[in-house]
């Protein structure tokens, strides 16, 4: 069964997406809903997998990942096997922030937060490259951050 998200609902996510920290009492006001109301709304988005975890912002730069790279992944083959077998080394690899299978000429996107270029290289040669299933990558460095939201529109 789909969750029915009403006006209320919409402001909790807007609000929380803004600011996951915020108490019970203090997202109930900016929502002008009772802390209990507001209670059972999270409990039911959380329990409809709406609201997932809560996590803080690091900035990247400010501990030293000074390199975003965006890298096009082309794999050797296309079964289950070898597509679970890569994606469980994603998820073993916390260089790797965001991954997506895609549609087009390339299989996978990957974005990847590195000390410097060096430490990319050594990254791309030494695991990415070296995985079995791989069989091409093409790498971009960003110059600049422009937007980098987290908050999903919910008007």
Known sequence: MKHQIDIVDRSILRALQADGSLSLQLLAEKVGASAASCWRRVKALEAAGILTRTVRLVDQAKIGLSVTVICNLRMRAHTAEVRADFERFVHAHPEILT?????????????????????????????LLAHDAVLTASSQ????????DTALSVA
Do not use: H, P
């Not at 000429?105 to 290289?121: C, F, N, P, Q, T």
């Not at 460095?141 to 980098?148: G, P, Q, V």
């Open 99 to 127: 991954c997506f299978s895609i549609s087009g000429e390339w299989d996978y996107i990957l974005r990847i937060a590195a000390v410097d270029v060096a430490a990319y290289e050594q990254f791309l040669m030494r695991k």
């Open 141 to 148: 460095f960003a110059l600049s951050t422009i937007k980098n």
